[in-house]
């Protein structure tokens, strides 16, 4: 039996010293930690200075979605590290890698995919169904236990995923909306689920944004930059318990101020 961190979306500073502090606490307890980092550099996309930081943590795998090429200095390092991951249903000519395997014991190795859903997102993507069960064969071929990050924006698309893979992977955790869902669970053939695990950043703020900043975008339709806001902090993050035959045991949503 082991146990798998999964941070919700770390956004900036605050998220990362969030991070920091829970890690130096609660480290031991888990085999694999896994975080999504696409906002982790300034809330918006992700740099090598700052991936390095994060590993330097105690973060293992660090998945992403769609901001990940907003800073561009990452695009190069993507190809050098296989445990920072891209959504896998990228074109294949994409840099990055969408999966990684990550070994816990001479017995036990944990795989990890990240995919990117594709209602309401912003581009056009290869069908994360399908990818998913391509990535899946792959990755059975080393180990029974596999993590999926599905980044999507809509919740149906990704109750429909946690669906489809049930009985396939070990879990589907939703990323990419910040704000933790109050689902989580095991489905019926042993895979854990949760619509969005939510993010690791500041609470004084509209999904980790500054608050006057997202309302004069709305009010005004003007699109001003976007930039994380400060203060207080919250940790949001899913405990996952599976067994050596890949089957959940138990997912448990956390919210903790560190």
Wanted: hydrophobic share 40%.
């Amino acid at each position: 039996m082991i146990k798998v961190l999964f941070i919700g979306d770390i956004i900036g500073k605050v998220g990362r010293t969030l991070v920091k502090d829970y890690l130096a606490c609660n480290k031991k307890e888990f085999a694999l930690c896994i975080a999504n980092g696409e906002n982790a550099s300034g809330g918006v996309g992700l740099t090598p200075k700052t991936a390095a930081e994060l590993f330097g943590l105690g973060i293992d795998v660090i998945t992403s979605g769609n901001h990940i090429w907003d800073k561009k200095e990452i695009i190069p390092h993507l190809d050098d590290n296989k445990n920072i991951l891209r959504p896998a249903n990228y074109p294949p000519t994409a840099p990055g890698y969408g999966t990684c395997i990550i070994k816990i014991t001479d017995k036990v190795s944990v795989g990890v995919m990240n995919l990117s859903g594709r209602v309401f997102m912003p581009i056009i993507l290869d069908c994360p169904f399908r990818k998913a069960l391509e990535e899946i064969e792959r990755i059975k071929k080393h180990t029974p236990i596999i993590i999926v990050d599905f980044h999507a924006e809509a919740t149906s698309e990704k109750i429909a995923m946690g669906r489809f893979l049930d009985g396939k992977v070990s879990a589907v955790i939703g990323t990419h909306t910040h704000v933790q869902t109050a689902d989580a669970c095991i489905l019926p053939n042993k895979t854990a689920y949760i619509t969005d695990v939510g993010m690791t950043g500041p609470v004084d703020s509209i999904i980790g944004v500054e608050t006057d900043i997202v309302l004069k975008r709305f009010l005004t339709g003007i699109p001003y930059g976007m930039k994380p806001s400060s203060g207080k902090g919250l940790l949001n993050a899913a405990i996952i318990t599976i067994n050596e035959d890949g089957k959940a045991e138990a997912i448990q949503g956390i919210r903790e101020n560190c």
